[in-house]
């Protein structure tokens, strides 16, 4: 009798299948979004934030200092996995995640609204891919983070 050598497989993850699901729906919905701001006829209502002196510097500000607070947060990210990070820095790094988001929050709204999926220059169209980008990669963060938290831990403590 010749014993044939086991095949050594990894173990299959059980929320391999619902995170595929939940990322292709982000894809989804990136599509839906792009396909509505390419489709419907931009409002040109303008994102009126006080303190700007136009929607455009709104935006550009918004953004910036929204990338400021994600730079925060990778750095802190990369800091709280490590032995003898202090406690505050958990801290630190989710309401600069928070704050990242809700400030852009404004600005995804006036470029879907107000603008459209632009493809008058290459900028543009690479400006509104991006931006239907960054959903699914909001999606995709959610379905690994809060999707993955209430799959094996319930949608409370």
Do not use: N
Request: aromatic fraction near 12%.
């Amino acid at each position: 009798m010749t014993s044939e050598p086991v095949a050594s497989y990894p173990a299959r993850d059980q929320y391999a299948k619902p995170l595929l699901v939940a990322l292709l729906s982000g894809c989804g919905v990136a599509l839906v979004l792009g396909l509505y701001a390419k489709l419907h006829h931009p409002t040109q209502y303008a994102l009126d934030v006080g303190g700007f002196s136009s929607p455009l510097y709104a935006k550009a500000w918004l953004t910036t200092i929204a990338v400021v607070f994600a730079i925060v947060q990778l750095i802190t990210g990369a800091r709280i996995i490590r032995p003898g990070a202090p406690p505050w820095m958990a801290t630190v790094h989710r309401w600069s995640g928070r704050i990242a988001i809700l400030l852009t929050v404004p600005v995804i709204i006036h470029c879907i609204y107000a603008l459209g999926f632009g493809t008058y220059s290459a900028r543009v169209i690479a400006h509104s891919v991006l931006g239907c980008i960054f959903f699914v990669s909001l999606i995709a963060l959610w379905a690994t983070s809060a999707l993955w938290l209430f799959a094996t831990k319930g949608v409370h403590s």
